[in-house]
């Protein structure tokens, strides 16, 4: 196993999240390559491949001889976004390709894999590691089944798990909260919502790409473990979509939030929040992004574009 880690392959780069971890990654100082199933290669540190193909992935591993791997590659995170067949597939057999491509490359390197909170079972109050997992949706299920392939290769390969909370940032799909609500606000459109009671663990992007360097550089001996990466804050809906507002009326862009114009979902979790002890103790560190800054630097950005 390699000493020090400078080059790093980003599976599924060029999804919402993986944008943010490319470039913390590069403005830390690694060399960062990414890997993704859509569009072509704009450089010589990028490359397009399907992690479900064997033959691809070996290409490229064997031209990046990576030091480490964030593996981000996931779809289905989106209702209704893709077909179940194509969640399970891309998920667990992508997993499962990645691992055996590396064995087989003779690259026993570490591995830091994006999880969801969505493998865990609801509970009414913050949800920890230790917390049992019965996953409610089927990219939940896509996403713990991932996890337990990555544990089956741990005794071989350093192996850290994050599970994700509510993420949002710029670059998210147009029908995601936060962007729902700016496109409305500029085109002059009343924000048709829900009530707005759920309780949900807003973070922002950024403060995720952080995480994952900062769990790859405790993730040296194998072995296996699992971080819930959230701001451990529970916010509710309605106020995270205050907060959207109040940022837009100080950027001069008038709103119209109409909660109750819409039902909540039949599958609605209603309670969906991190207790992220174990993450804040194993990092030394805490994500400093408070919801205000966080929505401002998203808004800025979005708007600018």
Known sequence: MRSTINIVLVTGARGFLGKYVVRRGRDLGFEVHSVSSSGQPLDSTEWKADICNSSQLLDV?????PDAIIHLAARGVEYSS???EEILQSNILGTLQLF??????GLRIPVVVAGSGFEYMPQLRPVSEADPVVPWSVYGVSKNAAVNVARLYASRF?????????????GERPSRLLPYIIACARNG????LTPGLQIRDYIFAADVAEAFWRTLAITSEPGFQILNVGSGTAVSLR???????SQLRRSGIAVELRFGARPYRSDELMHYVANNTRMVEKLGWTPPTTLEDGVGRTLEEMLTC
């Open 100 to 105: 055996e491509c590396m064995e087989r490359s």
């Open 158 to 170: 350093p192996v850290a798990v994050l599970r994700i909370f509510s993420v949002y940032g710029s």
């Open 61 to 65: 591993l064997g031209s990046v001889r």
């Open 82 to 84: 893709v077909s179940p």
């Open 189 to 192: 459109v009343v924000v048709d």
């Open 239 to 245: 106020d995270f979509a205050f907060a959207v507002g």
